[in-house]
């Protein structure tokens, strides 16, 4: 009988010591992982403890104390905001490039135009060689415009039609009169009565305002939008969402189950409520990026940009062709409003000649090369492309953001559902801070939403109303687009955020030295997400 005694006592000892040894569970992997992360190991447990201090985990047998559950809870929040942060920064170069790759067109377009003056104008004579101040001055305000000067384009190009014909009646009809400030005065008032230049004028100033306001409005659109992604990135994630952020990713491992990966849509509750706020400005930024695409496209539209702009010098040309060919009637009535200045002399002789020798240009005969046509078709094809990659950026922020860092299709049924391994069976909210209402895994109160957010998405409306007022040719002000931009054209990235030159598609590199540190455990995911996270979001649309 002592053996069947000592087998059951054998046995019941063996089952009372179970419950222990669950108890007794080591935490390396989770001390491994603290001190990645940069912290100390003072007051870590060995094994694990009982969990009734937790606060943001589920309670049960854990490895975090309460210094450690808050610890993670900060870095949790604020590994992701870093993942924000460094995804603004990369889309914000990606509008940096497209500004840069655009001024760059625009402006060789501008100074080949005013390079090709002394050719176009040459035949002219006096005409040109007494008056190249007049003409430089013309291609400097019209590129201080396009720069976001305060310039009236309008009034700017009226003045010179009127400069133009003060000289071009004073070198042509007299050459032994002198004509008086009010005299000349008076025969600059006959441009808009008497169109002494044709149709020239009025032809070419509809065109050049249109062609300069689109340009300047497309380039303050990239730098609004620059702007916005900046200023949106910076905003902090809030407590409720510091919690839902250490359930999400830290209190698997204090639960010792530091393989599991989150469910996705778990992963998509928890970044759809902490996002909601930015998720909002999606209609109103996509509407932005559309009206671009729009005025990136007018470019192209007959009479298109490079025509408008290399066609300057035969247009100028053709209007003072058509006054001198037509100056004996213009002078008469001339005389007839402004009065005889004194003895009527054979004008100049010098001018004479040049109107034997010069001929009918018209600005036909100046269209850029089939070449240039092709450079425009390629900087539009090019604009509006990497422009609808980044339409969608908003609403696919949680996406990206979960793309790694959650378990795959095959794995829901054991993944991390914020209390153990199981499926997770709440539904996925929607985008925006209206439908989190009902989010299980973020706290929200949707009738306080983040000022600093709206202002941006008033900053988007306003923009896009202005790209609106361009595309019909109107002249806009940019002065307060945005409190602290200016209309100077120097591009949207400070203090060396926006890289040079990018890999791929917005590629960038963590920005939290403790988590770049962190030993390889399979937490280290969260960081992954760095690299793949900017072009994630921009491919999905493809």
Not at 322 to 331: K, P, S, Y
Not at 529 to 538: C, G, M, S, Y
Request: one cysteine or more.
């Amino acid at each position: 009988m002592r053996v069947p005694l000592l087998v059951c006592v054998s046995l019941c000892l063996s089952a009372a010591a179970g419950p222990v040894a669950a108890a007794d569970r080591t935490c390396a992997d989770l001390r491994q992982l603290y001190t990645g992360k940069g912290f100390t190991l003072v007051d870590v447990p060995q094994t694990e403890i009982s969990g009734e201090h937790l606060r943001m985990c589920p309670q049960g047998p854990t490895c975090c104390t309460s210094t450690m559950e808050e610890n993670l809870g900060s870095l949790s929040a604020k590994e992701t905001e870093g993942l924000i942060r460094e995804a603004g920064r990369s889309l914000q170069a990606a509008f940096n490039a497209l500004h840069r790759g655009f001024d760059t067109y625009f402006t060789e377009l501008h100074g080949n135009s005013e390079r090709s003056l002394a050719e176009v104008l040459s035949p002219l004579g006096p005409l040109y060689s007494q008056n190249t101040r007049l003409y430089g001055d013309l291609y400097a305000d019209l590129r201080q415009y396009y720069r976001g000067s305060a310039l009236n384009l309008d009034e700017t190009l009226s003045e010179f039609w009127s400069r133009l014909l003060e000289r071009t009646f004073k070198i042509s009809t007299l050459s032994d009169v002198s004509l008086s400030e009010d005299y000349l005065d008076c025969v600059a008032k006959q441009q808009e009565t008497l169109r002494p230049f044709g149709d020239v004028p009025r032809d070419m100033k509809a065109k050049l305002i249109r062609a300069f306001v689109t340009a300047r409005s497309f380039v303050q659109g990239l730098i609004v939008s620059g702007e916005v992604v900046r200023k949106v990135s910076q905003v902090h994630l809030s407590p409720e969402c510091m919690k839902a952020l250490m359930k999400l990713v830290y209190c698997p491992h204090c639960r010792g189950m530091a393989s599991v990966k989150p469910c996705s849509n778990y992963c998509s509750n928890v970044m759809k409520g902490c996002l909601a706020n930015q998720a909002d400005l999606n209609p109103e930024w996509q509407n932005l990026i559309d009206t671009m695409i729009q005025v990136a496209s007018s470019f192209s539209t007959e009479p298109s940009l490079d025509v408008v702009l290399s066609s300057i010098p035969a247009r100028i040309y053709e209007a003072v062709h058509f006054l001198q060919e037509n100056m004996d009637t213009f002078t008469t009535r001339v005389y007839q409003t402004c009065g005889t200045p004194g003895e009527q002399g054979t004008g100049s002789p010098a001018l004479h000649e040049q109107r034997k020798k010069s001929s009918s240009l018209t600005a036909s005969g100046y269209k850029p090369s089939p070449t240039a046509g092709l450079r425009l078709e390629m900087q539009v094809s090019d604009l509006s492309s990497k422009l609808r990659e980044m339409r969608q950026y908003w609403t696919q922020l949680p996406v990206a953001l979960c793309s790694k860092l959650a378990a795959g299709g095959a794995g829901q049924d054991k993944c991390w559902n914020g209390i153990t391994k199981a499926r997770y069976l709440p539904e996925v909210m929607g985008d925006g801070l209206a439908n989190q209402i009902n989010n299980p895994e973020v706290e929200l109160d949707i009738t306080k939403p983040d000022m600093t957010i709206r202002q941006q998405i008033m900053q988007l409306k306003i923009m896009s109303n202005r790209l609106k007022n361009a595309l019909d040719g109107n002249d806009v002000d940019f002065q307060d687009a945005s409190d602290d931009i200016s209309g100077s054209g120097s591009g949207m990235c400070t203090g060396g955020q926006c890289p040079r030159n990018r890999p791929g598609l917005y590629a960038f590199s963590p920005d939290n030295n403790r988590v770049r540190g962190a030993a390889a455990t399979p937490q280290s995911r969260l960081c992954g997400l760095l690299l793949p996270l900017p072009a994630a979001v921009l491919l999905l649309q493809r």
